[in-house]
């Protein structure tokens, strides 16, 4: 059973373009991740997002805690050829323990 | 510091034979993590370390794998007699106790041959 549950899987849009990557949970987690992989790379975190309803931006990237603390999502506005990468969502179920991964959204932007 | 450096990158190895990984966190950090990634797939957690005592291991981790991380430091991944199934790539991260932000390492990817 996957925890985490991310949606769509792969995503490939045109440069300039906005999309939303969901990430879901029937599980009350503590605080959710985001991080961005390239192929042959570890994962890079983006952000963390703690408080229930919690919006943080980074650039042209809007991340969002869902007020039950179950979902969150990605926007990226304007997309550029660089944003290409496997985005992933993960969070610890209980504060301080270890963190599990969704399976990811393989995201390709078309120049 | 220059981040979570592992060691070796790649490895292909026969069937049957050992392999082990090492992994060398931030410095400050006392937490220390392993993932296993296969295609298509999100990291799967393995184990992970706080300072040196081994605090949790996934069902994953059969008895063919062993984690060590004497002294707090540096930490290794071994596999016994290793089977196709057990090609991946090997990710090592760590973190300071009570935040959840992980730093990766760029990982070993094991083929099995």
């Known amino acids: 059973t996957q925890l985490l549950e991310q949606s769509p899987q792969f995503l490939s849009i045109q440069e300039g373009e906005n999309l939303t990557v969901y990430c879901n949970s029937s599980?009350?987690?503590?605080?959710l991740q985001w991080y961005r992989q390239e192929p042959g790379e570890g994962p890079v975190l983006l952000v963390t997002v703690v408080t229930g309803g919690e919006v943080k931006k980074l650039k042209r990237l809007t991340f969002q805690f869902g007020d039950a603390r179950k979902d969150s999502s990605l926007h990226i506005t304007a997309a550029q050829p660089g944003d290409t990468g496997l985005y992933l969502c993960a969070g610890p179920l209980n504060r301080d323990d270890k963190i599990i991964f969704g399976k990811g959204t393989r995201l390709h932007i078309l120049p | 510091d220059t981040g979570v450096s592992q060691d070796p990158r790649h490895k292909i190895t026969k069937r049957g034979q050992n392999v082990t990984f090492r992994c060398d966190p931030i410095?400050?950090?006392?937490?220390l993590y392993w993932y296993r990634q296969t295609l298509g797939q999100g990291p799967e957690f393995l184990t992970y370390?706080?300072?040196?005592?081994?605090?949790?291991k996934s069902r994953l981790l059969s008895d063919r794998f062993s984690a060590e991380r004497p002294k707090g430091s540096f930490s290794t991944l071994e596999i016994q007699r290793t089977e196709q199934g057990d090609s991946a790539m090997y990710l090592c991260?760590?973190?300071?106790?009570?935040?959840?932000?992980?730093?990766f390492g760029s990982g070993t990817r094991l083929t099995v041959v």
């Open positions: 370390f706080q300072n040196e005592a081994q605090l949790e």
């Open positions: 410095s400050e950090h006392n937490r």
């Open positions: 991260a760590s973190s300071l106790s009570g935040y959840t932000g992980y730093t």
């Open positions: 599980s009350v987690f503590s605080s």
